[in-house]
Each structure stands twice: as structure tokens, then as C-alpha cells.
């Protein structure tokens, strides 16, 4: 096959540690056309303007440009807007891009005729604690039946991690709709599959995710994950389904049993068999795993659920409205 140009666009900010080993993997690419690097970068406060500025001077195949608001949509904006080719694949400023992914994702479009190929999002820890929630993310307990954590069959998907995507694809959709400071992947790939395009699952591409540090930046993480998951909901009707619900049901359920078992005391059953079910879940889990990231298991299951399900549940109705002026502009 003839392999076609890819521009590899990077929203960074904040990202001196990881940016050259990311860049690097990127470049490094057994791919057999020509690549080129846009990088988006924020107002940071490392050097990450700095190592980012020195790689596009190392290498003519990267690129530079000012992504004013830090914001992770508006700088994919400004690189696919720098870029060149027609296939543009997103990674981020920390992923490790395995040597052969676009490659595959390229096949894969060529293959399927979708508009956008991701794969799987493998969480991976140094910690026990990063082992712990790394268990938890690629489990159906910890996140549903979401293959782009827990692996499966490839085949048309609602989304996947990151993208591979097709400029016409993009431009057809009007790119990322920068009120979403989460879930932008999730409500692009619906803004996709709606205008007739496919979004495809493509398990053989991996790409390495290290899970956050402590119980404070995981609460943070999911709590934000269910509060921008509910505006999708509101702006597109019909795409929330039982594996989103779960978690505002199972905290609404919580809070009712704590509170009611003051009244009517069997009521504190509630609670107890939630902490007893992901005790039970996390045994399965513990698989490979040393003794101490053991008992971190159902911590970790027990905060993504309820930080996710408080976030959804406490969603203002007002967050993510600017979206809807960005889609009147597109139209």
C-alpha cells in the first residue's frame, strides 16, 4: 500500500519530564511515510516552552505553536490547525507511543473506512498504589464494559482512547469543541458517528497510561470525568446507558442507607454490601499484583465510583453551555 503522510498533534502543558521520551517515541515510529510532530503548547510554569522549542529546533519534523489557554481541546485545535496531512493522530505530552501504532492505525483506516482508530488506554503502575487503580481502570468492576479499558474484539465503537483520525473527519465536525475541558474525545466521536462516520476499536494499539499518585488526584480525576460526562448527556440526548448510571445510583443509594439507618436501621445494609461486593470484586484483581497493592484495590474501585457518581449528580446545569455557541458557529 502507499503509506500516507501523518501529523502527530500533542496538547501540552506542564510536561517538561515526560515531552522528549514522548516526542522521541513518536519520531522513533516503524512507520513507512513521512511524519511530522505539531506540538500545542500551553502556559506553563516548567520548562516545558523551553524542551519543546529545543526539539523543533533539533528536528525539522516538529513544530511549535502557542496554546494560550492551556486548555487540552484548544491546543489539539491549534496544532491540527498547524498541520499538514490528512491523517492526524493525537497523543499526549506523557503517552509512550508503542513503535508500530501508526502503522496499525493507518491499516486499520484503510481497512475499515472509518474516520477515527484508537486502542486501548493500558494503565500501568510503578506504585502499589498506581498498581492498584491500574487494576482497577482495566477492570469491568472498575470502569463497565468500556473496551478502551478493558481490551476485546476490535470492531465500531461509541470511542476510543486518543485517535487516529482523518482531516476530513475533523473538519467535517468542526474539530474539538473547546468548552469541554473533559470528555472532549467522547463528544467529538459522537459528533462523528452522528454526521455518518465510524469510530473503530483497534485492540492492537496500546498505548502505556500511568495512573494518578494518590487518592486525592484519582477523586479529582473521576469527580471531573461525571460532571463533564452529565454535560454530554444534557447536550446529546439519548447517549447515556446503564454503565453511566451506575455510579450516581450507587451513590445516591449509599447516602440514602447511611442517613435512612439512623430511622430505620436495616437501612445500614446498603453501605455494607457495596464495601462487601468490591472486597469480593477485587480478589480477581489481586492476580500478579504484590501483597501491598492488595488491600488498595477496593479503595481505588470505591473512589472512582462514588467521586464519579458525586460529579454527575452535583453537574451544573449552566457547565459546558459555551459549547452550544461553538456548534451554532460550526454550523
Do not use: C
Amino acid at each position: 500500500m502507499s503509506w500516507p503522510p501523518v501529523s502527530v498533534v500533542m496538547p501540552v502543558l506542564n510536561e517538561e519530564r515526560h515531552l522528549a521520551a514522548a516526542v522521541e517515541h513518536v519520531l522513533a515510529q516503524q512507520y513507512p511515510g513521512e511524519l511530522e510532530v505539531v506540538l500545542g503548547v500551553g502556559p506553563s510554569s516548567d520548562r516545558t516552552r523551553e524542551v519543546a522549542d529545543g526539539l523543533a529546533e533539533a528536528d525539522p519534523r516538529v513544530k511549535v505553536v502557542d496554546n494560550p489557554t492551556g486548555k487540552t481541546p484548544a491546543g489539539l485545535n491549534a496544532a491540527i490547525g498547524a498541520s499538514s496531512h490528512d491523517i492526524v493522530a493525537r497523543i499526549d505530552g506523557h503517552a509512550m507511543m508503542p513503535s508500530d501504532y501508526l502503522r496499525v492505525a493507518v491499516e486499520t483506516l484503510e481497512e475499515t473506512g472509518a474516520d477515527n482508530v484508537g486502542g486501548i488506554m493500558a494503565a500501568e503502575g510503578t506504585t502499589p498504589w498506581e498498581m492498584a487503580v491500574a487494576a482497577a481502570m482495566t477492570s469491568k468492576v472498575g470502569v463497565g464494559n468500556a473496551r478502551f479499558h478493558t481490551g476485546g474484539e476490535g470492531g465500531p465503537a461509541d470511542t476510543v482512547y486518543l485517535g487516529v483520525f482523518r482531516r476530513s473527519a475533523l473538519e467535517r465536525v468542526g474539530g474539538y469543541d473547546e468548552a469541554f475541558l473533559r470528555a472532549q474525545d467522547w463528544e467529538m466521536n459522537h459528533r462523528i458517528r452522528t454526521t455518518g462516520g465510524t469510530v473503530w476499536f483497534q485492540p492492537r494499539m496500546r498505548v502505556s497510561y500511568r495512573p494518578r499518585r494518590n487518592v486525592k488526584l484519582l477523586a479529582k480525576q473521576y469527580f471531573h470525568y461525571g460532571r463533564w460526562r452529565r454535560v454530554v448527556a444534557r447536550q446529546h440526548k439519548g447517549t447515556i446507558n446503564l454503565r453511566y448510571l451506575a455510579p450516581p445510583v450507587a451513590v445516591t443509594g449509599i447516602l440514602a442507607g447511611l442517613v435512612g439507618g439512623f430511622v430505620f436501621w436495616p437501612l445500614w445494609s446498603v453501605p455494607v454490601a457495596y464495601l462487601a461486593a468490591i472486597t469480593v470484586a477485587s480478589v480477581p484483581l489481586t492476580r500478579g499484583l504484590p501483597a501491598l497493592a492488595w488491600p488498595l484495590i477496593p479503595v481505588s474501585l470505591a473512589t472512582m465510583h462514588m467521586s464519579w457518581g458525586v460529579g454527575f449528580l452535583t453537574s451544573p446545569p449552566g457547565l459546558g453551555s459555551d459549547s452550544r455557541t461553538a456548534q451554532e458557529a460550526r454550523s
